[in-house]
């Protein structure tokens, strides 16, 4: 049984850091995407980053370029998400999620695994 489970969200200042960890267990994505997803309340769930586990390239809502990172670690079957400069509008459950194919897609319906989220709220 695959397994996604997040940490480290929580509550900062604008202009704040937070670093959001996602473990994978049950199987690994060698050959696939993990990415980030957030929802805000009353807004759909929307794409923010993706890592293709085989090679390392990574993708970026443009809302967040230049203030998160992702990043991954095989040995841990891990990926982070480093999120720097937080805004108000950040403010969302991040959840983490994985597709077994190699090809990145945005849409949260192309993803087959998810975790149950973490709060992050970035207050002004």
């Known amino acids: 049984q695959v397994q996604l489970v997040e940490s480290g969200g929580g509550l900062v200042q604008a202009g704040g850091s937070l670093r959001l960890s996602c473990v994978a267990s049950?199987?690994?994505?060698?050959?696939?995407?993990m990415g980030w997803f957030r929802q805000a309340p009353g807004m759909e769930r929307e794409f923010v980053a993706a890592?293709?586990?085989?090679?390392?390239?990574?993708w970026y809502a443009d809302s967040v370029k230049g203030r998160f990172a992702i990043s991954r670690d095989n040995a841990k079957n891990t990926e982070y998400l480093q999120m720097n400069s937080l805004k108000p509008e950040d403010t969302a459950i991040y959840y983490c999620?994985?597709?077994?194919?190699?090809?990145?897609?945005?849409?949260?319906?192309?993803?087959?695994?998810w975790g149950q989220g973490t709060q992050v709220t970035a207050s002004s």
């Open positions: 049950g199987r690994t994505f060698s050959s696939g995407i």
């Open positions: 890592i293709r586990w085989s090679d390392g390239m990574t």
């Open positions: 999620a994985a597709r077994g194919d190699y090809r990145i897609r945005y849409d949260p319906h192309e993803y087959d695994y």
